[in-house]
């Protein structure tokens, strides 16, 4: 079946590293591709989303590119901030939402 | 506009007690569901509905029970607490089963069964 496979947390940067999260699918057809955060205490939100191949999602100086061909869709930031301290998770969706097992960010000031 | 409201927020339970925990929304969203989030295994799937008088079972079912009277309202009962069943629940609502991006998730009730 469907599936979604992020990278292992905890990820601890520093302010202003560069972020990458890995995430990648397995799917039969071209699904929708999304990330959602979850900030503490709160439920997720979404954050990005990627509706077909090459698509760029972009949100809050967040990226991911939805690339077919290595059947990923990795979230990126350039400069990271303490405030985006939380946990990411990646999705798709084909008749339902399929999640990631989520990655927690830590961003030390 | 109060979006996704569930109640209560926390929540301590014996094993083989019941409850219901509650959700509403009030944006006239179609799509309703129910996740349970557990450490490292991300959201999982209970129950949804496609509108009022009409629910289907997700992918971790067993033992809950919901119903969908009213478009607003799509409440999450616990027949039997087992100590299994702690863990975090939330709802979200979006217009349409298939139109994610219009997905609101609830804040969340944190279950223990004791």
């Known amino acids: 079946g469907n599936s979604v496979t992020q990278m292992e947390g905890p990820v601890t940067l520093s302010e202003e590293a560069f972020l990458t999260i890995n995430c990648t699918y397995t799917a039969t057809g071209y699904p929708s591709l999304f990330w959602y955060v979850q900030y503490p205490g709160e439920g997720l939100q979404l954050l990005l989303k990627?509706?077909?191949?090459?698509d760029k999602g972009s949100n809050k100086g967040f990226e991911a590119t939805y690339r077919k061909e290595t059947t990923s869709f990795h979230l990126e930031k350039g400069s990271v901030q303490v405030s985006d301290s939380a946990v990411y998770f990646c999705a798709l969706r084909d008749d339902k939402i399929i999640f990631g097992k989520g990655t927690r960010l830590h961003i030390l000031p | 506009n109060a979006g996704v409201t569930q109640t209560p927020k926390f929540q301590v339970l014996k094993t083989g007690q019941s409850m219901t925990l509650q959700c509403a929304q009030d944006?006239?969203?179609?799509?309703m569901s129910w996740y349970r989030q557990d450490p490292g295994m991300g959201l999982r799937l209970i129950h949804y509905?496609?509108?009022?008088?009409?629910?289907d079972q997700g992918e971790v079912p067993n033992g809950y029970n919901v119903s969908r009277s009213t478009t607003e309202d799509f409440p999450l009962r616990l027949l039997s607490a087992a100590p299994s069943q702690t863990s975090v629940y939330f709802c979200?609502?979006?217009?349409?089963?298939?139109?994610?991006?219009?997905?609101?998730f609830g804040p969340g009730t944190r279950l223990l069964v004791l």
């Open positions: 990627a509706t077909k191949a090459d």
């Open positions: 944006m006239n969203h179609e799509y």
């Open positions: 979200a609502s979006s217009l349409s089963r298939w139109l994610p991006e219009t997905q609101y």
């Open positions: 509905s496609v509108g009022a008088g009409i629910t």
